[in-house]
T-cell receptor, first 113, second 113 residues
């Protein structure tokens, strides 16, 4: 069974530029999560989708971050404009549904210069 | 809000030593508790979980017991191997519809032969 796919794996941008990350969850998984992991810290939830609806985006900095999951499968996370403090690994996870095990992708490492 | 505190690393042990990684949590309700592991160069993967008080999760020789009275979920293994070298994250989920994970900062475990 294929795991959670993410791209790109690495991205380097200048501050104030925009960037987008893509996630393809495990086939059939209804729930999708985006986490931000800053170096030396544990992952922090940014947003949770159930199918194509948002369940929890309370920790998403909505002035610069946006995410969508239009057809209930793939998802994109966008940052516009990026700040230095956005340098982190962005992790996507999926689960079959509520209370299911979350399976994580390899992450996208973002460096903002 | 919810939070997870785990012992700081790195933790360095010799092969076949006994391992304990402490984890305590703060939550408003009755969370599910998890240990995730990240091996070098790999993504986060679930190691074990417990969903209610007094439950014991176990996998690959690792164990952790959900202690509601002490709000703890300490990870233990009787005899560690070099291959157990990794970063270990304690996490909780409140469950229900919004079941995103709240992680601790992680503990880097180094096992020397």
């Amino acid at each position: 069974e294929a795991g959670v796919a993410q791209s790109p794996r690495y991205k380097i941008i200048e501050k104030r530029q925009s960037v987008a990350f893509w996630c393809n969850p495990i086939s059939g998984h209804a729930t999708l999560y985006w986490y931000q992991q800053i170096l030396g810290q544990g992952p922090k939830l940014l947003i949770q989708f159930q199918n194509n609806g948002v369940v929890d985006d309370s920790q998403l900095p909505k002035d610069r971050f946006s995410a969508e999951r239009l057809k209930g499968v793939d998802s994109t996370l966008k940052i516009q404009p990026a700040k230095l403090e956005d340098s982190a690994v962005y992790l996507c996870a999926s689960s079959p549904g509520a209370k299911g095990t979350q399976y994580f992708g390899p992450g996208t490492r973002l460096t903002v210069l | 809000g919810n939070s997870v505190t785990q012992m700081e690393g790195p933790v360095t042990l010799s092969e076949e030593a006994f391992l304990t990684i402490n984890c305590t949590y703060t939550a408003t309700g009755y969370p599910s508790l998890f240990w995730y592991v990240q091996y070098p160069g790999e993504g986060l993967q679930l190691l074990l979980k417990a969903t209610k008080a007094d439950d014991k999760g176990s996998n690959k020789g690792f164990e952790a017991t959900y202690r509601k009275e002490s709000t703890s979920f300490h990870l233990e293994k009787g005899s560690v191997q070099v291959s157990d070298s990794a970063v270990y994250f304690c996490a909780l989920s409140e469950g229900g519809g919004a079941d995103g994970l709240t992680f601790g900062k992680g503990t880097h475990l180094i096992i020397q032969p």
